[in-house]
Every structure is written in structure tokens, then in C-alpha cells.
């Protein structure tokens, strides 16, 4: 079956503006999560759904960062005010429901640059 | 929170030859410890994990090792092959706010010469 896809692919803003990016999780995965991933870096949580409801944003950088997945399936990351630190690869992630040890699968990111 | 220390962050091997890369955490309540493998261009893949009440676990050419007192664990690849260049990154799970969060190393990149 598919696998967790995210779009756009490549994303280029200018300073100062808004950007969304679309996260397509495995059919029936309950649990979505996602993170940040700077250039030579791991990838660092940002927050984590399941289902529709937001149960972890500890990792959002800061209120410019804002995610949502109103139907529980489908989710957005958007980012307000964009600025050049924000510049990195964004990965979404889905899994069954998040217990200690289930596996989550990793879509291809999202490359954001901010000008 | 956790910190996973990941070392070396580059690796260079001969075809053939064995890869090993170490991993430290820090939260001693960390029980799950997944290796992932990403390729250019790609999200992470899981190649395999150990889970804290196991000391070792083998997948054809792959293993894992884990030793709880020290809180460190390593990655064991042999016979390698040029398809096994990549990023590889550790992760050590913590428990929060009733969800299971992945921290990840700052990864290893491994080059196979042919």
C-alpha cells in the first residue's frame, strides 16, 4: 500500500511569510507525528496527534509554529512569519496507535527555505 | 528530557569490512531503541530495534546490542556492501505526556567503498 507522502516536496518563502505543509499519513495509523530535521542533524520532535486531538507540542519552536489534523487523518504543519532558521526538512511520521514500541513510518519531507 | 549521543558522525569502511556505531542516552527510564537508516532525498526507514529487556538482537546482516547499566547501545553491520551507504541514526524512546517520543542521535554517515 502507500506509504506516508508529505507535499509539497520543495518549499522556497520569502522572510515574513506564512507557509503550510501537508502531511498524507498510512491509511488507519492513528498516531501522527512530527519533526524538524536541520542539515546534518537528527530529526527533532515538534508535536504528535492521535487521532484528531494534539497530545504533545512541547517541541514547537515557537507560536509562529502552529499544526493541526481536524478529521484525524490528513494534518498540517503551518508556520507563520516564516524566518531563516526555519529553513530545514520537515518529516511527517505515522504509526499505529503510540505505544512503547511501535514502528513509525517516515514520509520523504518536506525542504523548506526560507530567503 | 532525553539526549542521545551518537558517535562517529562520519564512517568510512571497505567493502566487506564490519561498521559499528555508538550510542549514549541519558534517561535511564528510556525503553525502546530504534535504528533507522535514511537514504538522500528520503524520510528514515527502521532497519531494526531492541527493547530494553534484551541485550542483543541479530537480522541477517545487522545487529544491535544494548547494555542498560552503562545506557549505551550499538549498531553492528557486517559484510558490508556499497548498498548500505547511508545516514544511519540511533533514537532512545521517552514517555511523554502518555505518548512515546523517539530522541534521535545527530547520525552517522557510512560510506561503503566498493
Known amino acids: 500500500g502507500a506509504g506516508v507522502s508529505q507535499s509539497p516536496r520543495y518549499k522556497v518563502a520569502k522572510r515574513g511569510q506564512d507557509v503550510a505543509l501537508r502531511c498524507d499519513p498510512i491509511?488507519?495509523?492513528?498516531?501522527l507525528f512530527w519533526y524538524q530535521q536541520a542539515l546534518g542533524q537528527g530529526p527533532e520532535f515538534l508535536t504528535y496527534?492521535?487521532?484528531?486531538?494534539?497530545?504533545?507540542k512541547s517541541g514547537l519552536p515557537s507560536d509562529r509554529f502552529f499544526a493541526e489534523r481536524p478529521e484525524g487523518s490528513v494534518s498540517t504543519l503551518k508556520i507563520q512569519r516564516t524566518q531563516q532558521e526555519d529553513s530545514a526538512v520537515y518529516l511527517c511520521?505515522?504509526?499505529?496507535?503510540?505505544?512503547?514500541?511501535?514502528?513509525?513510518?517516515f514520509g520523504p519531507g518536506t525542504r523548506l527555505t526560507v530567503l | 528530557g532525553e539526549n542521545v549521543e551518537q558517535h562517529p558522525s562520519t564512517l568510512s569502511v571497505q567493502e566487506g569490512d564490519s561498521a559499528v556505531i555508538k550510542c549514549t542516552y541519558s534517561?535511564?527510564?528510556?525503553?525502546?531503541f530504534p535504528w533507522y537508516k535514511q537514504e538522500l532525498g528520503k524520510g528514515p526507514q527502521l532497519i531494526i530495534d531492541?527493547?530494553?529487556?534484551?541485550g542483543e538482537k541479530k537480522d541477517q546482516r545487522i545487529a544491535v546490542t544494548l547494555n542498560k547499566t552503562a545506557k549505551h547501545f550499538s549498531l553492528h553491520i557486517t559484510e558490508t556492501q556499497p548498498e548500505d551507504s547511508a545516514v544511519y541514526f540511533c533514537?532512545?524512546?521517552?514517555?511523554?505526556?502518555?505518548?512515546?517520543?523517539?530522541?534521535f542521535g545527530r547520525g552517522t554517515s557510512l560510506i561503503v567503498h566498493p
Open positions: 534517561d535511564s527510564a528510556s525503553n525502546y
Open positions: 533514537a532512545a524512546n521517552f514517555a511523554s505526556g502518555g505518548s512515546y517520543i523517539p530522541t
Open positions: 511520521a505515522s504509526s499505529l496507535p503510540a505505544g512503547a514500541y511501535n514502528e513509525q513510518f
Open positions: 496527534f492521535q487521532n484528531e486531538a494534539q497530545l504533545d
Open positions: 491509511s488507519g495509523h492513528v498516531s
Open positions: 531492541i527493547r530494553s529487556n534484551v
